[in-house]
């Protein structure tokens, strides 16, 4: 799988829509547990995108993805950030 090297390490988001960071949220009910993939705006602290499910697969992930990328207002260059996660290293 394909690993990215972590370019905004030293980077601060001056505007919206420069840099999306991604995580998976767990959520847990006496019945299961869910998953909620979340795209978020790193200088807004807006929720662009997200998908609840039942499971971790990369096709919720990349759901939520889409969604943000439909909403998206500008259309400057944007850095997709996360943790390297099995789901965001995926081929898909």
Do not use: P
């Not at 919206?16 to 959520?27: A, F, P, R």
């Not at 299961?32 to 995108?49: C, E, F, M, P």
């Not at 996360?82 to 789901?87: P, W, Y």
């Amino acid at each position: 799988m394909k690993k990215y090297s972590n370019i905004i390490k030293e980077k601060e988001s001056e505007f919206s829509e420069k840099i999306w960071v991604t995580d998976i949220t767990y959520l847990k009910t006496k019945e299961r547990n869910y998953y909620l993939h979340l795209i978020t705006d790193a200088y807004s602290k807006k929720i662009v995108g997200y998908e609840l499910s039942d499971n971790l697969q990369t096709s919720y992930t990349l759901k939520a993805l889409k969604k943000a990328i439909k909403n998206r207002i500008y259309k400057h260059s944007l850095i997709h950030h996360s943790d390297r996660g099995l789901q965001y290293c995926s081929k898909e």
